[in-house]
């Protein structure tokens, strides 16, 4: 009887230890202008953008993150406020 249940701490003490890691080596070899590309297409570039005005793709982009942060923003706004959450004390002087 009491080898079975130092068996069975045994057992269960096994499934806490941790998981052998094997590192991989791994080469990263990013294009600037490929990030978020696919592989068969390419680059989604529909209206040319890229071939016409490369000065202002990069700034075409940075826009998009901002804008895109600023929505992560509004929706959480509009979460706290449709669920009655109310901070107290005025936010003009």
Sequence with gaps: MKLAIASLLFASAAAFAPAPVNKAATALNVNELEIGATAPLGVYDPL???DNEPESFERRRAVE???GRVCMAAVVGNIVHNNHI???GYLSP
């Design 48 to 50: 040319g953008w890229l």
């Design 86 to 88: 109310v901070f107290d």
């Design 65 to 67: 993150r901002k804008h």
